[in-house]
């Protein structure tokens, strides 16, 4: 299907080409549809993030907000080949400091079949993930500004009305502890499919999410790093050069980083 031209704002093809994408997954599937990607989903989701890093950037200008792969933008191929995926059936923007090795608090931005989402996300098993965890539960205080919302936790209301608090792909129940280290918690607001094609003001609202979202982002970022865990043995343990990328691809696979080394060497050393 060739399309002559390409629209600037999300469509209900936008999230058709991703729920049809993650129905046949395949090569030859991504590539009879590359067209309705570049002009459906590429160009688009590309002008949304960058209008939206260009105000994120000032609001918070240690980071990166260079709107590319490799910096704030996924790839919608899988980096390592898997038997279940070969291309991302959700796209991603994140936000964090230049050089940070993908164990910190970021803030994001997600398209998929479903809608959009934005907010704050904290990796499982850190520092910042456990002085999050704590606030929430009413253990400890959270970030200035911030009103208790009730139960010792943070209400959603007190951060912008539609921003709710998720561990994993759980609603979180505030006040309560959250005794799953192994799931993100997100803070986040979803706009499903049929609000998001055609808004006219998406970036507006991506961008009061994410503003939103900056208190706990800076309250989590501060946390003070846990000892060296086997995770950064292993990664001291590589040319100082690699860490950062090793770090990264492991997590955006979702495996951890021994994982990750094991399968790199298999593939570099197999005959």
Same mark, same amino acid.
């Given at each position: 299907m060739m399309v002559r031209e390409a629209p600037v704002t999300l469509t209900g093809e936008t999230f058709a080409f991703f729920a049809a994408l993650a129905a046949d997954n395949t090569h030859t599937w991504f590539h009879a549809h590359a067209? =309705?990607? #570049?002009?459906? =989903?590429?160009?688009?989701? #590309?002008?949304? =993030?960058? /209008? %939206?890093? /260009?105000?994120l950037g $000032? &609001? !918070?200008?240690?980071?990166?907000? $260079? %709107?590319? $792969?490799?910096?704030?933008?996924? #790839?919608?191929a899988a980096r390592w080949p898997r038997p279940d995926m070969a291309y991302r059936t959700e796209l991603v923007a994140a936000f964090r400091p230049l050089g940070e090795d993908g164990r910190g608090p970021r803030l994001f931005i997600a398209l998929g079949a479903e809608g959009l989402r934005a907010g !704050?996300? %904290?990796p499982p098993r850190?520092? /910042?993930w456990d002085a999050v965890a704590a606030a929430l539960s009413g253990a400890a205080g959270g970030p200035e500004g911030v009103r208790d919302g009730g139960g010792g936790g943070w209400g959603a209301d007190d951060l912008g009305g539609e921003l709710r608090w998720w561990l994993g792909r759980q609603p979180l129940r505030l006040g309560e502890g959250t005794a799953r280290r192994g799931s993100a918690l997100r803070l986040q607001r979803a706009w499903?499919?049929?609000a998001a094609a055609g808004a006219p003001d998406l970036a507006g609202g991506l &961008?009061?999410?994410l503003r939103a979202a900056i208190p706990w982002y800076l309250f989590a970022a501060q946390a003070q790093p846990a000892a060296p865990g086997a995770e950064a043995a292993l990664l001291d343990a590589l040319p100082r050069s690699l860490r950062t990328s090793v770090a990264a691809r492991a997590e955006a696979e979702g495996i951890p980083v021994a994982s990750f080394i094991v399968?790199? !060497? $298999? #593939? /570099? &050393?197999?005959p």
């Open positions: 067209e =309705v990607y #570049r002009a459906h =989903v590429d160009l688009p989701w #590309r002008t949304l =993030v960058a /209008a %939206v890093a /260009a105000e $000032t &609001l !918070l200008p240690e980071l990166d907000c $260079t %709107v590319k $792969t490799g910096h704030v933008l996924s #790839r919608i !704050l996300e %904290v850190t520092a /910042a499903p499919a049929s &961008l009061s999410a399968y790199a !060497l $298999t #593939r /570099a &050393l197999a």
